[in-house]
């Protein structure tokens, strides 16, 4: 039993290495300058095309929320890692029309959604208890696997193949690392599904957990959104400007890439620490620590200390963003639920997504403005400071952990008696 639970653990995160996020925003990265040279694009256009996507994920995120909580998630998740795979491969074919970029990178960002965190968190989550935040943090990790893993092969690829090839070898990569796995490992307990007898040891109950509608009249939920949303907007906005703020003040291109890189190794130490904590210290606490981390990162980055290197900071900032989403998963099955898990949190995690493309809008805006990053820097840490406080007064999980053994566990083990 237990080998079942994890091997789906580890096809989980196996899956989320070639997620929503390394494909459709760090994998991007490494085409713009190829894609640019041959059909003309502004790097700018490219970086819109990119945002496009995102905000088409944050759109879907809800109704597919609701399509799994419905029909169960291995079905609506195989037919969306097929068609991001087809809609990537599709790329190959990118015309030099400014509105074909914007359209096929918007049917990327659409179908992309299932390649979320949402998904395998409510496939994990149904199956752990006790042992809920280790699992999560393993699965989420895989996304810090993707951020360092596939843009080496893209590069690899481009530079063997040509980029457009090289989209190609990507939607087969999908297939590879997301589909097969998923086809193989990954499904729900068998009483998980909704409206069949779940989630609790009593025979005949269902998943325990509230509506959308409950949900939506409870001040936690918008605590947490709002807490959410403004964690994505000051640290992922921030990374997202690492590079190019690095260089302005005179460090060279490789050194400050090497330092956006160390980003994505501290996101899986944080994920994996956030989630080995969090089975055994109440969450919100927690999250407090990868709150202030960041906070006190953005203040490195943006005041210099001449005793702190700017690596600190952005250390600091990828052990936020590796903290939050493994808390958003956790703590949204511990204060709704899982009856409407995949709704609920698709809500929260559409606030994230509009948060990653406000933030790193505004910190370029600003840039352009004032020719500084630095007060906009302090600003985003005050936004932290108001996160860690929202944080603090969501009070007792309304779901708290069973003091027995898992209950997916035991009602695996009742049905196969």
Request: charged share 10%.
């Amino acid at each position: 039993m237990d080998f079942k639970r994890w091997s789906i653990v580890a096809a989980s995160s196996l899956a989320l290495v070639a997620g929503q996020g390394p494909i459709n925003v760090f994998a991007t990265g490494i085409f713009i300058k190829p894609i640019s040279l041959e059909l003309g694009f502004g790097r700018g256009d490219i970086a819109t095309a990119i945002g496009i996507s995102s905000l088409m994920t944050a759109v879907a995120s809800p109704f597919f929320g609701r399509m799994i909580d419905r029909f169960g998630v291995r079905t609506p998740l195989a037919i969306s890692i097929v068609l991001f795979a087809l809609a990537t491969a599709a790329l190959s074919l990118l015309p030099g029309s400014l509105f074909a970029l914007y359209a096929m990178f918007a049917l990327t960002g659409l179908v992309a959604i299932g390649q979320t965190p949402g998904s395998y968190s409510k496939v994990v989550a149904a199956w752990f208890d006790r042992q809920r935040g280790f699992a999560l943090g393993i699965v989420l990790a895989g996304v810090g696997m993707g951020t360092v893993i596939i843009p080496m092969i893209c590069n690899t690829l481009i530079r063997t193949l040509g980029w457009r090839e090289a989209y190609l070898g990507l939607g087969g990569v999908i297939i590879l690392l997301a589909l097969l796995p998923v086809l193989a490992f990954v499904r729900e307990p068998a009483s998980a599904h909704a409206g069949t007898p779940a989630g609790d040891l009593s025979p005949g109950a269902t998943l325990p957990g509230v509506s959308m509608k409950e949900a939506a009249r409870d001040r936690r939920f918008w605590y947490m959104l709002i807490s959410f949303f403004l964690a994505v907007v000051a640290i992922n906005g921030s990374l997202v400007h690492v590079v190019p703020m690095l260089t302005d003040r005179g460090m060279s291109s490789a050194d400050a890439v090497t330092i956006i890189s160390s980003s994505g190794i501290a996101l899986i130490v944080g994920r994996l620490l956030a989630g080995w904590i969090i089975d055994r210290i109440f969450a919100p606490y927690v999250a407090v620590f990868f709150l202030l981390a960041p906070l006190v990162g953005l203040l490195i980055l943006a005041l210099q200390p001449a005793a702190v290197p700017p690596l600190a900071g952005v250390l600091l900032l990828g052990l936020g963003i590796g903290g939050e989403t493994d808390l958003l998963s956790y703590m949204v099955s511990r204060y709704f639920g899982l009856a409407k898990f995949g709704t609920i949190y698709g809500w929260i995690f559409t606030a994230a997504l509009v948060g990653n493309a406000v933030g790193s809008s505004i910190l370029g805006w600003a840039f352009q403005l004032t020719h500084s990053y630095s007060a906009t820097l302090v600003v985003y840490s005050l936004l932290l400071a108001v996160a860690t406080g929202l944080t603090l007064i969501l009070g007792p999980y309304r779901y708290p952990p069973a003091d027995r053994h898992d209950v997916a566990s035991k009602l695996e083990l009742r049905a196969v008696g």
